[in-house]
């Protein structure tokens, strides 16, 4: 239950509905055990009617039965009263049945708006968290936590509580009322109820287990079936699918064994509840008709006991659901905390850290970066500087850390050791999404929503775009002629991940979001590599015509002539082993020398 108090400040912020909520439980309950006492007048006026005499032991009503029962005194026809006790048992019912509406829109309505901001709050925290975090996280797990562990704690701030007050509040009520009536009758009756608390405790615990364990199995379920959506093209290209239905199989027949041995355990509630009211309703026939050998007007009594048994017979049983509901709850409520007590490793500055505008110069020294998840060292020392304006190009082979340089220099992740500044301050101080905003990245990975091109290419852009400057920046990286092509033109969904859009497509509509955004530093991170030759020397042309003042970073394995950059650097295994122009590389006649004729004796140099 303690992992549940993370929700506390919900109820606070719902204050109001929530103890208007449980004033509506109270009286609707309230309503409820008038029943059996009008019940319990009518028969004791049943029996003095048949046998004229007056009742032998006189009885003990709730203020407003009582007061009810005066009036009826008054009244000399027996038929009258019997009708007048059926009409008031009638509004009674009515009266608790409006009631309970009024409850389940106060209470139920509420647990709905609480389900919606711990969402908002699990998906804000998402997005706060930092790229290291969804490394070693599956993205089946992140979303089976925000909806269906989400879910399970809405099922404790609603009907589980609301249950649970109304069976708190008519238990207190009924034994009460029974108390008054005949307090040893009413000890005996409630005898079996620190056996079913005994009960209820024990198979709780085991609940808890088995709940926490069918949803971590779940989550699993959740990510099989993800990866296999996403991948389903690799899947048919390498005819696996009877593999992966195999290992879904697998997977699924786990989850099913162990929600089915959830299943048995909260089996064992209900036959429990029954066991328990059966020995009670047998217990108050047996000892209140001992009684009412003895005083036969004891017998309204027990028909009035009867009727609170039975009246107890849901609320009660309920326990066990309400019981399983709260152990759910706390379980998927554990695993929500995990993430939202997850401090992001890469925070944000304090407040007045930082003063200034981020301008294009960079700056990286003595950086050195190694992966917490792996323990890889992708960067040792690395120093180089880029003035504001400059255009350089990072080459290097796979795994050498070039894409790294990129990564950090957008704080996605914190040097292990060094420090990476822009416009002569440190990264680290300002604040991420003015940071973030003033560059432009197109990653190895290219991501597209499932939203129109426009959508797609404005994504970054704070305002909407004029449809102008959105083809403007289409044609410089040389996609608007095919997108004019398409039937929608701009408009044309491209589907999840961009997936109706060939891998070139994607590249340059993603390229064309980067441009379009105009900020003060462009990182292009393998980002031409489905792009073929042609097309690849026109978008680089293109850079040309970029603003003098814009910095411009583009990282690769390839080498580009085309553009006359200022400086080039060569990344291998952590390290820089060259830097300089195109000139200087080539009269060392080291790596860089050795990649370019590499390149032009293959064809493969862009001219």
């Known amino acids: 239950m303690k992992h549940l108090s993370a929700v506390n400040k919900y109820f606070w912020k719902y204050r109001y509905r929530f103890f208007i909520g449980i004033i509506f439980v109270v009286t609707s309950n309230y309503f409820t055990v008038l029943a059996p006492e009008i019940t319990g007048y009518v028969v004791d006026k049943v029996q003095q009617h048949l046998s004229a005499t007056h009742p032998g032991t006189p009885k003990k009503y709730d203020g407003f039965v009582t007061y009810l029962l005066g009036n009826m005194e008054k009244i000399n026809s027996f038929s009258t009263v019997v009708v007048v006790c059926c009409v008031t048992i009638l509004l009674v019912a009515i009266l608790r049945g409006v009631l309970m509406f009024f409850m389940r829109q106060t209470i139920i309505v509420m647990s709905r708006h609480i389900e919606y901001d711990q969402k908002n709050e699990v998906y804000k925290h998402y997005q706060q968290l930092d790229a290291g975090f969804y490394k070693t996280h599956s993205t089946g797990d992140l ?69 926490t364990k069918v949803q971590s199995l779940l989550s699993d379920l959740t990510t099989n079936a993800q990866e296999s959506y996403s991948g389903i093209r690799v899947i048919k290209s390498f005819v696996q699918e009877r593999a992966m239905l195999g290992f879904f199989g697998k997977n699924s027949e786990e989850y099913r064994k162990n929600a089915i041995g959830l299943a048995k355990v909260e089996a064992i509630y209900f036959p429990s509840m029954g066991l328990m009211i059966g020995l009670s309703t047998l217990l108050t026939i047996y000892f209140g008709g001992m009684e009412a050998l003895a005083d036969p007007y004891k017998i309204s009594v027990i028909v009035a006991f009867v009727m609170y048994i039975n009246m107890l017979t849901f609320p009660v049983s309920s326990v066990g659901w309400v019981a399983s509901m709260v152990q759910r709850a706390a379980a998927s409520q554990k695993r929500l905390n995990e993430f939202l007590d997850t401090v992001p490793a890469v925070q944000q500055p304090a407040i007045g850290a930082f003063a200034g505008n981020v301008t294009g110069d960079i700056v990286f020294n003595n950086v050195s970066f190694t992966y ?53 301050a440190n990264i680290a101080k300002m604040p991420l999404p003015l940071l973030r905003n003033s560059i432009s990245y197109v990653p190895q990975d ?57 891998g070139g497509q994607k590249q340059r509509v993603s390229i064309a979001r980067a441009l379009i955004k105009q900020p003060q530093i462009m990182l292009f991170d393998d980002s031409l590599s489905a792009v073929d030759a042609k097309t690849e020397n026109s978008i680089i042309n293109n850079f040309k015509t970029l603003e003098a003042d814009k910095t411009v970073i583009i990282i690769t394995h390839r080498i580009f002539t085309v553009v006359n950059f200022d400086q080039i650097i060569i990344v291998e295994d952590g390290h820089i082993i060259e830097q300089g122009t195109h000139a200087q590389l080539l009269e060392r006649e080291g790596y860089y020398a050795e990649l370019y004729n590499l390149q032009v004796l293959s064809g493969l140099q862009p001219q």
């Open 446 to 502: 290219v991501f597209l929503f499932s939203d129109s091109i426009e959508g797609n290419i404005s994504f970054g852009l704070q305002q909407k775009a004029p449809i102008e400057n959105i083809r403007n920046a289409a044609a410089n990286a040389a996609i608007d002629a095919e997108i004019m092509e398409l039937p929608a033109g701009y408009q044309t969904t491209v589907g999840e991940r961009g997936v109706t859009l060939s």
């Open 143 to 211: 979303m089976n936590r925000i909806a269906e562990d989400v879910s399970r704690v809405r099922m404790y701030t609603g009907p589980a509580l609301m249950y649970f007050i109304n069976l708190l509040t008519l238990i207190i009520l009924s034994v009460v009322n029974m108390w008054r009536q005949d307090a040893r009758l009413a000890m005996i009756v409630l005898a079996p109820l620190p056996i079913l608390s005994v009960t209820i405790y024990l198979v709780n615990s085991i609940i808890h287990k088995k709940s």
């Open 372 to 424: 917490a998840h792996t323990g890889i060292q992708a960067l040792k020392n690395v120093s180089f500087t880029v003035k504001q304006g400059q255009k350089v190009l990072i080459i290097g082979k796979t795994g050498s850390g070039k894409s790294t340089i990129a990564q950090l220099l957008l704080r996605f992740y914190d040097p292990s050791e060094g420090t990476v500044g822009i416009g002569g």
